[in-house]
């Protein structure tokens, strides 16, 4: 097996398979990384640890040397990526092999035009929060899903069937955290989007962790906005979507119904349980500490595009991607006011 890209899910992939005793070889760009793993180890923290073990870390640029062809990829660059790095993958693949998109956003089909749509499996990583701060030690937040009943890993062939394939890439995972392989693999994918959409460019926009934003009820009521057009695209397009937060696309989809936002509202509110109070920062937002290019343009960028093809209106996507987007170019700075800056380009008071 490979994982070619070891941020912080690809690390966090790579450290639970090889523990396991499974034969991974780790690839990233990142050379920092690649070195500091060659010569410490991964190590892991968080819930699920501390442990460090020993992995087979290679550069980009090595990885041509290698003799072998691999018989499982896991795919776990940024979605902006996607296009050279299944290009990449397929050279490494063997003829009857796979390659497990552990991305997020909606890059299935790309991949699969590229690898090939017999040799491409989605897999949806649901409900977690990982990152790597610094080079060689990723860390795990929240608690695993299984204790919580919660499959974090959602393996799917792209034509919706399960195959014993999925079932055996769902087992593979189910070592790291609950894993299933599902039949609605595309309507999982665009729950993981709804989820991702509302959230990640929140904390990426305001500079706040999760439970800070979490506080503020106009950045509640953003992502409830998000949500909605988010629901109303996918809906509109016939995908079956599953529940978000446990409450079914339909009900998102009628948030401006009073009542209904007040349900959607409370599902953003600062958590209860202490165990699970933690002021996390999304991947996207990592990526603007870290001054590295966001995933925006394939995530609420993407919701717009497609609105825009489905006849949804998007007022609230379009606005986060464009105030996103002056962050990456240096336009603006992270800070609370861009959610006011947000709703004023939205055209909502």
């Avoid at 991305?103 to 590229?114: E, F, G, H, T």
């Avoid at 606005?319 to 240096?330: N, Q």
Wanted: glycine residues 10%.
């Amino acid at each position: 097996m490979a994982v070619l890209g070891t941020g912080a899910a690809g690390s966090y992939i790579g450290a639970f398979l090889t523990r396991e005793g499974h034969d991974v070889t780790l690839i990233d760009m990142w050379g920092e990384h690649v070195e500091a793993m060659r010569s410490d180890g991964l190590r892991v923290t968080g819930c699920q640890g501390p442990f460090t073990v020993p992995v087979n870390a290679n550069h980009l640029s090595d990885v041509m040397q290698l003799k072998d062809k691999f018989d499982i990829i896991f795919l776990a660059v940024k979605s902006y990526d996607t296009e050279w790095a299944a290009h990449f993958a397929k050279r490494l693949l063997k003829n009857n092999g796979v390659v497990v998109d552990n991305q997020n956003c909606m890059n299935d089909a790309m991949l699969a035009s590229i690898v090939g749509f017999q040799r491409a499996v989605g897999c949806v990583m649901s409900s977690i929060t990982v990152g790597l701060w610094e080079p060689g030690l990723v860390n795990r937040g929240g608690q695993p899903g299984r204790d919580r009943g919660h499959d974090v890993f959602r393996v799917g062939e792209l034509h919706g069937q399960i195959t014993p394939r999925a079932e055996e890439i769902a087992g593979l995972l189910s070592s790291i955290d609950g894993s299933k392989a599902t039949a609605n693999i595309w309507g999982e994918r665009w729950s993981k989007l709804t989820t991702n959409a509302s959230s990640n460019p929140i904390t990426a926009m305001t500079g706040l962790g999760s439970f800070g934003a979490a506080e503020i009820p106009e950045a509640r009521r953003l992502q409830v906005e998000i949500s909605k057009e988010t629901c109303q695209v996918g809906l509109a397009q016939n995908y079956d979507i599953e529940p978000i937060k446990g409450i079914s696309a339909e009900t998102w989809a009628d948030a401006d119904n009073g009542e209904v936002f007040e349900e959607l509202d409370a599902t953003f509110m600062p958590p209860t349980d202490t165990k699970d109070r933690g002021d996390w920062k999304s991947s996207m937002s990592q990526d603007v500490t870290k001054g590295r290019r966001t995933e925006i343009q394939f995530m609420n960028g993407y919701i717009a595009d497609q609105g825009e093809i489905a006849g949804i209106s998007t007022p609230v996507n379009m606005a986060v991607t464009s105030v996103v987007r002056e962050i990456d170019e240096g336009i603006l700075l992270p800070s609370v006011d861009n959610i006011g800056e947000v709703f004023r380009r939205a055209g909502l008071s």
